[in-house]
């Protein structure tokens, strides 16, 4: 079934002449009549342009050339990414919808990559915390979580191999996390944000969210590199982004406060049970102590992000204040709230953070955390807390999750690693090893009731 082939499978059949991207597509598609009125994770599917997107990509095969990894591979889109031609409404078509007439730079890049393009992803209305109506294929009766909804959901429920997100406090790491896959948050400035619907200026960051590491790894090569109309963009030397096999078990640091504080009975054993796994595959654990300026992280990281969004938002929320959901509301009026002095304040404890947090990997690798405080709660009235993804949005530095275990609920329980800015390509070569140690094979529920 080609629906349930990952991107480096799918890239091999497609390669080989055995699976053409135009039966890629429509398996795909297929997933999406059969179960999206159920999970509500698209807002828009291009039917008839993917359609003809992959006929044109099987006649380059024909002809010999070959775009490379992502050729013919369906992604979606979250819906705050444009692509040209397909409405962006950002979760607020009321609010915001208007049709662009150029791609985002994420997306001009993966169709360079050979991707199709079949959709554009439910995301929460702004890609703030207000719920979208999507929901988890896992449980239906379960947060996918958020911002990124209808990413998450469409990539659990085989609708496309992938699907791009975007992360300001804990938005692909969360939907990741509770939708069994791994989510890939890389360096602040590493991707593009051109073209993009902004929160933040200082703490957006867009990734894939794939079910393999291997995949992220696709992903991001095609995405990842200096874009010179972005200013945000990172003037920083472009690596292979390729898994690499390790010379050594990784060396591991186990923040040892707030994390396991803050993590509930479920989390805590999930993590445990991890860190026993891969301490029998021979990874070295260390404790790790957060700096100071930790303590005061999570004020900051709000205080930004309102501010932020009360700048993006501001004259729209003038003009339909009473057409803005309430959590909106809430940010905004709080980041109107804040003087001068208060933002100021933020800015430079956030700039002393990303410093001294650099101090807890002397001697390791990556850092460990559990993915999320909680597995996916019960009900669609909220996302669920990014408060364990937070930190790492704050900093810049990137993460990814991975799925370790399903808990009682039959729900997915995740592990989060965190590696030093701009080192990706360790952080994926770590994350592949503990992919295979940690053997995750579950499908969710939704697939097998099918």
């Known amino acids: 079934m080609p629906h349930t082939l990952t991107i480096t499978q799918s890239a091999e059949e497609i390669r080989s002449g055995r699976l053409s991207p135009l039966e890629l597509l429509q398996a795909c598609l297929s997933q999406i009549d059969a179960l999206d009125s159920r999970l509500h994770a698209w807002v828009h599917v291009d039917r008839e342009g993917a359609e003809q997107r992959a006929r044109d990509l099987q006649e380059d095969l024909a002809r010999g050339r070959y775009r490379g990894p992502l050729h013919g591979i369906p992604i979606g889109i979250k819906d705050i990414i444009d692509v040209k031609g397909l409405p962006t409404a950002a979760g607020a078509r009321h609010l915001y919808n208007r049709v662009p007439d150029e791609d985002a730079a994420v997306v001009a890049r993966l169709r360079r990559s050979g991707a199709v393009i079949h959709g554009k992803t439910v995301t929460t209305p702004f890609a703030c915390f207000d719920p979208a109506e999507t929901r988890n294929p896992w449980n239906p009766d379960h947060t996918p979580g958020g911002s990124s909804s209808g990413s998450a959901a469409a990539v659990a429920?085989?609708?496309?191999?992938?699907?791009?997100?975007?992360?300001?406090?804990?938005?692909?790491?969360?939907?990741?996390?509770?939708?069994?896959?791994?989510?890939?948050?890389?360096?602040?400035?590493?991707?593009?944000?051109?073209?993009?619907?902004?929160?933040?200026?200082?703490?957006?960051?867009?990734?894939?969210?794939?079910?393999?590491?291997?995949?992220?790894?696709?992903?991001?090569?095609?995405?990842?590199?200096?874009?010179?109309?972005?200013?945000?963009?990172?003037?920083?030397?472009?690596?292979?982004?390729?898994?690499?096999?390790?010379?050594?078990?990784?060396?591991?640091?186990?923040?040892?406060?707030?994390?396991?504080?803050?993590?509930?009975?479920?989390?805590?054993?999930?993590?445990?049970?991890?860190?026993?796994?891969?301490?029998?595959?021979?990874?070295?654990?260390?404790?790790?102590?957060?700096?100071?300026?930790?303590?005061?992280?999570?004020?900051?990281?709000?205080?930004?992000?309102?501010?932020?969004?009360?700048?993006?938002?501001?004259?729209?929320?003038?003009?339909?204040?009473?057409?803005?959901?309430?959590?909106?509301?809430?940010?905004?009026?709080?980041?109107?709230?804040?003087?001068?002095?208060?933002?100021?304040?933020?800015?430079?404890?956030?700039?002393?953070?990303?410093?001294?947090?650099?101090?807890?990997?002397?001697?390791?690798?990556?850092?460990?955390?559990?993915?999320?405080?909680?597995?996916?709660?019960?009900?669609?009235?909220?996302?669920?807390?990014?408060?364990?993804?937070?930190?790492?949005?704050?900093?810049?530095?990137?993460?990814?999750?991975l799925p370790a275990t399903c808990t009682s609920d039959g729900l997915p329980a995740a592990i989060q690693l965190v590696a030093r800015p701009f080192a990706e390509n360790r952080l994926l070569s770590i994350s592949a090893w503990c992919e295979t140690h940690l053997e995750w094979n579950r499908a969710p529920s939704i697939l097998s009731a099918d």
């Open 157 to 401: 429920a085989r609708m496309c191999p992938a699907a791009l997100g975007s992360q300001t406090g804990g938005s692909i790491s969360r939907p990741a996390a509770y939708c069994g896959l791994v989510g890939l948050k890389p360096t602040f400035g590493r991707i593009s944000l051109r073209g993009i619907v902004p929160v933040s200026y200082e703490l957006d960051h867009p990734g894939p969210i794939t079910r393999s590491v291997a995949d992220a790894a696709v992903i991001l090569r095609s995405l990842a590199g200096r874009d010179p109309l972005d200013p945000l963009s990172a003037d920083v030397s472009v690596d292979t982004y390729r898994v690499e096999p390790l010379t050594r078990p990784p060396r591991v640091g186990i923040i040892r406060t707030y994390f396991p504080d803050n993590a509930d009975e479920t989390m805590r054993a999930a993590t445990d049970d991890a860190v026993e796994r891969l301490a029998a595959a021979a990874a070295e654990f260390t404790g790790v102590q957060m700096p100071g300026s930790f303590a005061d992280l999570h004020e900051n990281h709000a205080l930004l992000l309102a501010v932020g969004a009360a700048s993006v938002h501001g004259e729209r929320y003038d003009a339909r204040r009473d057409a803005f959901p309430p959590g909106l509301c809430e940010i905004i009026e709080r980041g109107r709230a804040a003087g001068a002095v208060d933002y100021a304040r933020a800015r430079r404890h956030q700039i002393a953070f990303k410093s001294e947090v650099l101090a807890a990997f002397e001697g390791v690798d990556v850092l460990l955390t559990p993915a999320t405080p909680t597995p996916a709660p019960l009900g669609l009235t909220s996302t669920g807390n990014p408060a364990f993804n937070s930190p790492w949005s704050y900093a810049g530095l990137p993460t990814t999750v």
